[in-house]
DNA sequence: CAAATACTAAGGTGTTTACCTAAGTATTGC
DNA sequence: GCAATACTTAGGTAAACACCTTAGTATTTG
């Protein structure tokens, strides 16, 4: 079990953040990551699907892999992706906190309207 | 109900998902966010806390709205942004999409290590 | 060893982003 | 009515983005 996972508040982190829903804001990346889950892959097999220039292509890997949500190794001329989960958990954390609070607030919302009902009941 | 094939993404709707987490890439717009968890807020309410000329600030809110993050209401001179929770969940979906398959992917990972170790043991 | 393969580097282009200032337009308070 | 308030509109800039082409460099493979 590697979790790293140190008790954040997780609400507002540094520039890392930034970086990991801006690589998820593309389509060709997220397409990357849908296929780095069902397996490891390289460069050239990843690219077959997208038309692209291979340059262009690689620069979304590379954006992919700055922010740390895939690693890459070469073993001879291939070069090989797979997905680095640990960070995408930082934009889900983000996400599942925000939702938590917004929840809370929906919470406190209908407490509000009920105590507004009970009033006018009494 | 059709299962999406294995190459293409499981994604739907991919241009709004783009919005979405683009508009989640920059620290003002999830402050914006985290702050309207809270309450609807004014304009210049939640500008106050920016260092930042009031019409770039105002473009954010707009790109929050422009992709259904927030929606805003004008009364007299005031304009009160408030969250509208339904398109996080798209984000939030997607990743917890994600999260299950590379956790599906672990998970057959060590499948393969563990009959790996069996047959080693025989 | 030559040719094919799998990237990798370098540099160029049009568009979008994230800010700015200056000058509006409605509303509201005195 | 006049001034303060709360945005809005218009326009301008520098840097980042998402593409491109052309030309490399290592590594296999026949």
């Known amino acids: 079990m590697s979790k790293v996972r140190p008790d954040a508040p997780v609400t507002a982190e540094p520039a890392m953040i930034d970086g ?3 690589a998820l804001a593309d389509p060709t990346r997220r397409n990357v990551l ?16 997208h038309a692209m220039a291979l340059p262009s292509f690689v620069e979304h890997l590379k954006i992919l ?7 890459s190794r070469k073993v001879g001329r291939v070069r090989t992706y797979s997905l680095a989960p640990d960070r ?15 929840e809370g607030r929906l919470d406190r919302m209908d407490d509000y309207l009920l105590r507004l009902k009970m ?3 009494r």
Chains 1, 2 share one sequence.
Do not use: M
Not at 88 to 102: S, V
């Open 88 to 102: 995408l958990r930082l934009a889900e954390d983000w996400l599942g906190t925000q939702r938590r609070l917004w």
């Open 34 to 49: 849908e296929r780095l889950s069902e397996r490891p892959t390289s460069v050239s097999e990843l690219a077959a699907k």
């Open 20 to 22: 990991i829903f801006r």
């Open 119 to 121: 009033e006018e009941n």
């Open 65 to 71: 892999e700055s922010c740390g949500l895939v690693s």
